[in-house]
């Protein structure tokens, strides 16, 4: 019994002691843990995505109502927590530690996740979280690990996930920046692509490969290549199980898909919208893998330039891709109009317009988007109000193609016509016109937009003598292809044609509302047209209230239109009356105006010498002669290129420079844009010779800084030849290299 009540005695200092000893020394308590599912790999510039579910547990029971529960993204990572979201869905995984977790805020500029705690945990308490975001993956980061604290301020790190995180940011380069002429058959480049080379794989059987072509370059690609090559040190991690078509030893033709812009909605040629590309990968890249892409084709979009912008690369799936690309090619492409010359295309409104009456009352439009739609813009009136030309009543987006009007009251009788708004800021004449009543079950009525009435048909003139730079039969082709006539080619022409043939070929602005032109013999869809021409003083009327529509217009009565849309003065006329010109007789009163055409190449007669202007004018040949007037035809051109780099040289020279050569010939002007990397310029020029061979300087080329861009006129027959025949190159002198660094051949 002594020896009992001696051990209670001595037995709470003894457990004092050792407590004390196991609070100093901090080694026989297991930490705290926090563990995700699963290691992420982000890539640069990606959309927000979602956590991989992380799970805590309370080992040590230290996670208190006073100090919270913080994760924080280490600062080597370029990312932070979506901010927007201010709950958590919270799983039990031991007891109920969830039924204490309140909601989840940010600190330390959005780098760590405050979770509320709202009483104190209990030891061993373990939950799981999810639905909470990593956001902005502004930087390339090698794998790290989430740390723990639960200290109310992260001084000390509880813990690291035993999970990593990273940002992976593979890279596209083509080497050399391109420029692409209006009217040219764009020749495709070589693209690389490498990923990152030291942070985790992005590019894998997940996400594939994608090469987009940004909206902002005139240029798409081809979806008719079904097939592409590729090689590169690590072409076999692209899939050709479901794609190969034929495979060597060091590359293998693989199938890709086309798509729009946005990676995922169908694509066609037809509608010029395939901007990206797919690539399916077999296999997980490595570090530092890459592969390259050959065999696959541009086209152009008819008739418009666009300023320099680059490839770019996506990693990610479509839905996963962030405002900006997962990188960005240094090299641009560029798309210009060949030198002197303006090319002109009709801007096409919407097409196949409908309207329903839906079962809430409102209208509901459908229609087309014209090729290079930015936005179609709608206008209304309704009975007997006439429609307002004059603003908009609404402006959609490219790519919706309906709107429903809910203003409408039932028994309206409304109209809507609509115009398109290309990318660079052109519209379109008006649509047809749909007119329907607002009530249950009504059928719309569309009218067709204004057209040309069907002409008296005439014998068939003989065709003015064309221009040199171009055959008639060209110049024929042009002007149908701009659209200044659309039908009826071979028919004379009456006045309302006329002056609407004059329109579309000045660009005026039309507004196609207008019901009224002071005229009572004009037909309703011939008045906006009118109206503008007596606006601008290029018609008066055969009277005070008639145009004079009846019948054919004579080729004198359009010499005297064109002279004064072309603003020839009173004083031009009058001089121009004085000279002798053609051998028939030109009446006193349209004499100024023929003669005026005349001595400025628009309308020359014929290869007699006559005028013959009491004739009708064909529509076909009024519109080759509108082209000319106001400077829309363009010479047939030939496209040609050089690629520039040191083994082309005699003898090659060793250099990593390289560039390319773009030019254009039309007659007997060159036109040439040049672009190097890697050298300083001292001299540059055309030279005449084989590829094996050196020979004289032809024509200099002056750079500044790494561009040149320049015209050679006046070249001989002999120089056209030697250039068709692949005899001339470029070549470009440095201090280095004074007879050469770089030289190209020029190819068509």
Known sequence: ??????????LPTLLVTLLGVVALSGT?????????????????????????AITITNTDGDMTAANDIRIRIPSGIGMIWDTSITTVTCDNVVATPCTNIGTV??????QTLVIDVTFDLTVADSFTISALNYSTFASASDADNLDLCVDGSCTAVEAVDDK?????APTITTGVSKVYYVGSSPTAQTITIQEHATAEPSISTANDIVVKIPSSINLTFDPSDTSVTVAGTDWAKIEVAEGGI??????????????QVDGITACTAVAYDCRTMRLPVDSIFSASDDITVT???YNLIAGNASSADSLELEVAVATDWGSSAADVDSSTITILRPSG?????????????????????????????AVNTNSVKIYKGIAPAPMNGSAAFAIVETGVGEYTDTSVQIGDVVSYVMKTVTTSGETSPSSETVTITVAAGATSVVTPPPAEEPPVEVPPTTEPTPPVDLTYDQEKAQVVDLGIVTTDFDKATNKCEAIVMLARAAGWEIDSTVTEDGFVDTPLWCKPYAAKAKELGVVNGRTATELGVDGEVNRYEIGVMLARVLGATEADMTAAAELTIYDDEIVDWAKGAVHWLHAEGVMTGYPDNTYKGANGILKIELAVALGRAFDLLVAPSVSFHANLVGANGVPAVTTDAAGSCYVSLAGSTLTYTCIVEGLDVTAAHFHLGAADENGAVLHAIEFTGNEASGTWTDLTEAQITALNAEGIYVNVHTAANPDGEIRGQVIM
């Open 341 to 369: 010359h303006t090319v002109s295309t009709a801007v096409v409104a919407p097409t196949n317009v409908a309207a329903v009456v839906t079962s809430e009352g409102g209208v509901k439009l459908t229609w087309a988007d």
């Open 1 to 10: 019994m002594k020896n009992k009540i001696r051990v209670v005695k001595w």
């Open 28 to 52: 026989t308590m297991a930490a705290d843990t926090v563990s995700s599912a699963a290691s992420q790999v982000f890539v640069i510039n990606q959309a927000d995505k979602a956590i991989s």
């Open 246 to 259: 034929a495979c060597a030893a060091t590359d293998c033709a693989v199938t890709v898909t086309f798509k």
């Open 105 to 110: 805020s940010y600190e330390n500029s959005s």
């Open 164 to 168: 990593t995180i990273s940002i992976d």
């Open 295 to 297: 065999g696959y084709t």
